[in-house]
């Protein structure tokens, strides 16, 4: 099964760094790790994507585990516009985006 | 830029017509996929095309069809809507196919079958 991993929901507090993890036991060599979120009633947006090693961008951080079974989205300083479900997609193939449920993130002001 | 742009944004269908659900995209990419997400849940993929002329079935097909004869377009068409088919419609695009590009989009179209 291609599908990840991933916590329910979290909570965290406004401008305080949230770790977001996702198993992906699975994996094969080949496959990327991608995280996406979407906001209420918005389709989902692109955060990051990694493959071995650790990967940063102006939204996020995104570290892999060493045997590449698991991952974590670090969001650094929490605002309330990060408040989403995130989910973390591991690539099929060549083609396909498989989404779980992800994990519906709440920030507290 | 406009990305990748879905119309309509909202749809009352009844039991048994048809409609085409529109999707375009002005960023040269070759890979479109169109996915349904009912409440509560995640994305499920309907169909993709890696390219013009080229689809094939995702995870939930049944009831939808799928061309793609243009670079720019993809639209899903359902044949006779059943309530079943009541969800929120995302279409996505792609540079190329392969897993280390970005998926870009669109806002939606949410479709009530009545």
């Known amino acids: 099964d291609a599908k990840t991993t991933q916590p329910n929901s979290m909570e965290s507090n406004e401008e305080e760094p949230v770790h977001l993890p996702c198993n992906h036991s699975?994996?094969?060599?080949?496959?990327?790790i991608h995280w996406y979120r979407q906001l209420p009633s918005q389709g989902p947006e692109y955060v990051i994507h990694?493959?071995?090693s650790n990967v940063n961008n102006r939204m996020a951080s995104l570290a892999i585990a060493e045997d590449r079974k698991s991952s974590t989205l670090i969001l650094h300083r929490a605002t309330l516009r990060d408040a989403a479900v995130y989910y973390c997609?591991?690539?099929?193939?060549?083609?396909?985006?498989?989404f779980g449920q992800g994990t519906r993130l709440t920030i507290n002001p | 830029n406009a990305g990748v742009t879905q119309t309509p944004k909202f749809q009352v269908l009844k039991t048994g017509q048809s409609m085409t659900l529109q999707c375009a995209q002005d960023?040269?990419?070759?890979?479109m996929s169109w996915y349904r997400q009912d409440p509560g849940m995640g994305l499920r993929l309907i169909h993709y095309s890696v390219g013009a002329g080229i689809t094939d079935q995702g995870e939930v097909p049944n009831g939808y069809n799928v061309s793609r004869s243009t670079t720019e377009d993809f639209p899903l068409r359902l044949l006779s809507a059943a309530p079943s088919q009541t969800s929120v419609y995302f279409c996505a695009s792609r540079g190329t196919p392969f897993a280390n590009t970005e998926a870009f989009f669109g806002q939606g179209t949410r479709l009530t079958v009545v």
């Open positions: 960023m040269n990419h070759e890979y």
């Open positions: 997609i591991r690539i099929q193939g060549a083609q396909k985006l498989v």
């Open positions: 990694g493959l071995t």
């Open positions: 699975t994996i094969s060599g080949t496959d990327y």
